[in-house]
């Protein structure tokens, strides 16, 4: 699994968070599958994900968090051609 950054959001904030995997995915595969999770599961809201049918980008809305807390945001693929990869990142709960 890969690290890719920290970056913030403001509690009252609901904003759309995406990965592209494009780099990653290896010739002629495509996206089968995409799932998220966050760590720990506490007061930061999943309101939805999507990717879209031959699209690398895979993207979720979040929304509220505790101010102070990090938390981590992973993305799980599954391709067509069986290839299977996770990447995170954390988000940082900071009234701006």
């Not at 592209?20 to 495509?30: H, I, N, S, T, V």
């Not at 979040?62 to 995170?88: C, F, K, P, W």
């Amino acid at each position: 699994m890969q690290h890719l950054s920290t970056v913030t959001k403001d509690p009252e904030s609901k904003l759309a968070y995406g990965l592209d995997w494009g780099p990653w995915l290896p010739e002629g595969e495509a996206i089968q599958n995409s799932t998220w999770q966050i760590t720990p599961t506490d007061e930061l809201i999943n309101e939805g994900s999507s990717w879209e049918n031959g699209s690398t980008v895979c993207t979720i809305w979040l929304a509220a968090g505790q101010e102070g807390m990090t938390y981590r945001v992973t993305n799980q693929i599954v391709t067509d051609g069986g290839s299977t990869d996770r990447r995170s990142f954390d988000l940082r709960i900071q009234s701006h």
